[in-house]
């Protein structure tokens, strides 16, 4: 580690930030950074030089405590910090993630609106100039990693996500709620497209059939994303099998593309712990997975999560959504998760179900069913999550939520999509 100064601007190279997500109500760097003070504000790079995070330090700036990340898809968030414990208890969380795209959440906040986060946005932008008049310094180091950011401005971070895009032949238009754990910092390797259902009513969905990628696509494609990655991968410790029904895959390609994604993109030797794998499942790709498949999963150098698209245990309500399932299957797949969860330490099954106040009484009956009266005490895995299907009556959805909540015997949040 090395502080700089440069025309009153600090540079701090490699500074190690927390090594392990947790979940805090304050500004949190993890993994290793390159951190670039300003009179007001604090920008933090990752080791390949791309901007991360934004924290403002002026008047100007909304909350001391709120910030601003980018993501490798070129998307910017801002973390709000209003009403801590209200947030935590929908999410969570102890924050609120605010996108810059169109997304289900229920909370009305546009802090890109903001001039103060205008004005941070801005100061990054005339960064890169800045160092590269004012840089010149004696160490090598130092210089690397100065010309490194100074060359990557807004143009050049949007180029570096179009060509993540393109060697995923697609961007990833979903992450698993569960990829909160690490707030969404995970390496997507894709293993199939298309899913089974193509339902309706769904936002993400690619509109392709379901097809499995050869060892041969795999295996280029993790390569390309360590190279990708590269001086960087040191801080990734999770990877997304994706695309939307990753688990249809056999169980041998499931196996394969895990170790080979673990090993090759060396989340064993990331500055970050807590090694997480995380996947999407379906109704019929979860209750047709023989034994063998989550023993697997069980035996993996990391912590797998698999997320099931269960949506409703109402018959009417699944026909309404275009959903091509049987309401029994979404029944027998929610007690095949508890009997899983149960059985296996190293994973844990989630499930994710509709929510809109137009539903009929039959859903939410059918849903408490499964997550009250199914269940015979509080079980801490095999977390639910509601998803919005509309955000309209913004403040009546979060009322009903609470309202599910406090008779859930599971640990029930809402699920906020979040694209990569």
């Known amino acids: 580690m090395r502080v700089l100064d440069i025309s009153g601007v600090q540079i701090e190279l490699e500074k190690k930030g927390a090594s392990r997500y947790s979940k805090v109500s304050y500004p949190q760097g993890y993994g290793i950074y390159t951190e670039i003070k300003t009179g007001n504000y604090i920008f933090d790079f990752d080791l390949n030089g791309e901007i991360k995070y934004i924290t403002g330090r002026g008047e100007d700036w909304p909350h001391p405590q709120e910030w601003l990340k980018r993501t490798k898809g070129n998307d910017w968030m801002y973390y709000f910090s209003g009403g801590y414990s209200d947030i935590f208890d929908c999410i969570g969380e102890y924050y609120l993630p605010c996108f810059n795209y169109p997304t289900n959440t229920l909370w009305t906040r546009d802090p890109f609106a903001d001039k103060g986060v205008q004005r941070a946005m801005q100061a990054w932008k005339e960064l890169p100039g800045f ?49 909160r754990h690490v707030d969404y910092d995970c390496i997507p390797v894709v293993i199939s497209d298309g899913c089974l259902y193509n339902c309706k009513f769904c936002s993400v969905k690619s509109n392709m059939d379901f097809r499995i990628r050869s060892r041969q696509e795999i295996n ?9 990655y590269s001086m960087d991968l040191k801080n990734y410790c999770a990877v997304f099998l994706g695309m939307h029904d990753a688990l249809n895959c056999p169980r041998e390609l499931l196996e394969y593309s895990a170790l080979q994604a673990y090993e090759r993109l060396e989340l064993d030797k990331s500055y970050l712990r807590g090694e997480s794998l995380y996947l999407f499942g379906s109704v019929d790709s979860f209750l047709t997975a023989q034994e063998e498949v989550f023993s697997m999963f069980e035996a993996l150098p990391c912590y797998t999560y698999i997320n099931l698209g269960l949506e409703s245990a109402d018959q009417a309500t699944l026909d309404n959504l275009g959903k091509p399932v049987q309401a029994d299957k979404v029944r027998d797949a929610f007690f095949r998760m508890q009997d899983i969860n149960k059985k296996y330490k190293n994973m844990e099954v989630t499930a994710n179900f509709l929510m809109d106040l137009d539903f009929s009484r039959q859903h939410w009956d059918a849903l408490f069913e499964l997550i009250r009266e199914g269940l015979n005490y509080y079980y801490h895995k095999g977390t639910v999550y509601l998803s919005p299907l509309r955000t309209n009556r913004k403040r009546e959805q979060i009322h009903k939520f609470k309202e599910i909540k406090k008779r859930s015997r599971l640990p029930l949040y809402l699920y906020l999509i979040q694209r990569l």
């Open 220 to 228: 280029t494609q993790i390569e390309n994303l360590r190279k990708f």
């Open 131 to 179: 160092l590269r008049e004012n840089g010149m310094d004696s160490s090598r180091e130092s210089q690397e990693a100065i010309n490194r950011i100074s060359s990557l401005g807004p143009g050049e971070v949007w180029k570096n996500a179009l060509k993540l895009f393109s060697l995923l032949e697609g961007r990833v238009s979903v992450l698993p709620p569960d990829c």
